[in-house]
């Protein structure tokens, strides 16, 4: 018998038969709502939802799967489509007026499916006692997008287009909510309704403030060869006097926090919190070994 350890076949099971409902769920709702971005990493995102959450069904995972869609998508439209200042306001300004209004914006693509999605979010029961920190936290990763976007091409055009930024490491921290974690982890609260929640924020909200930053660095750590060599990137690696193993002391010290954080909550096995340390797991694998856009299905 091998002396490995490998989860029961049976408890692969399951995990496997989620993978395949989001999935088959992620690849309709993008050929309706995002047609135009066919690059998405959706066998990735379908497999990471059923795996971080085994305990949900394929219909509480739906909402968080399609936020990753979502935000590939965004992501990559600043990235490659976006060259004015002015766009990306105006981008930015109507994606937060879809969250913190609720009214539809069917203008492009990314909008109309933000707002489809926005509207689902919304009507489920355990949305309105986290609808507040779901505006702060989606208006946090729309800061970070754009700080990201105008150091990379202050960076690349000149400082013009850096105007107001400090450019060091303690201001691209504290945008770190850029790496869109928050816009996939509340949606999983929100999904699985549980009432205990919002009397445990006072230590969820924490760990995963943690994680997002040291998702951003294994993200960064992965991506830096790559990204050298891009037009407008924004990587902690390319600022003054930023070490690989500076970064890898920041990422073990945020995951160790998280874990001293979340142990009270995790030995009474509190599901939100072993989440959270199973998406911090899943993220150090991922940026450690595969890109997430790698782990693609026909």
């Known amino acids: 018998m091998t002396k490995n350890t490998f989860p029961a076949v049976g408890q692969c099971i399951p995990v496997a038969a989620s993978a395949r409902a989001v999935f088959a769920d992620l690849r309709s709702w993008t050929a309706t709502h995002l047609p135009d971005h066919e690059d998405l990493p959706l066998f990735g995102a379908a497999f990471g939802v059923s795996v971080v959450g085994p305990w949900a069904t394929a219909d509480q995972l739906r909402l968080p799967a399609r936020m990753i ?6 992501d990559d439209h600043l990235e490659q489509k976006v060259t004015d200042r002015e766009e990306l306001d105006e981008l930015v300004d109507r994606c937060l007026a879809v969250v913190h209004t609720g009214q539809p914006d069917t203008a492009t693509p990314l909008l109309s499916s933000l707002s489809s999605w926005q509207h689902e979010l919304a009507r489920l029961p355990a949305y309105p006692p986290l609808a507040s920190l779901w505006k702060e936290k989606f208006a946090a990763c729309m800061r970070g997008h754009r700080y990201d ?14 105007a107001g930024l400090a450019m060091d490491v303690a201001e691209y921290l504290d945008h770190a909510d850029s790496i869109s974690l928050w816009l996939v982890n509340l949606p999983r609260w929100v999904a699985y309704g549980d009432d ?15 994680l997002s930053v040291a998702v951003r660095l294994a993200n960064d750590l992965a991506t830096i060869d790559r990204e050298r060599d891009e037009p407008g990137q924004n990587n902690i690696l390319m600022y003054d006097g930023v070490a690989k193993d500076w970064v890898r002391t920041q990422l073990a010290t945020r995951l160790t926090s998280i874990r001293r954080r979340l142990s009270p909550l995790v030995a009474e096995d509190y599901l939100p919190a072993v989440g959270i340390i199973r998406l911090s797991e899943w993220s ?8 997430l856009r790698d782990m693609t299905a026909d």
């Open 69 to 74: 869609a979502w935000a590939y998508a965004f």
């Open 149 to 162: 976007w105008a150091a990379g091409w202050a960076r690349e055009r000149g400082s013009e287009h850096g």
């Open 196 to 210: 205990e929640i919002p009397a445990h924020l006072d230590v969820l909200v924490p760990a995963v403030d943690d």
């Open 284 to 291: 150090m694998g991922i940026y450690n070994g595969t890109d």
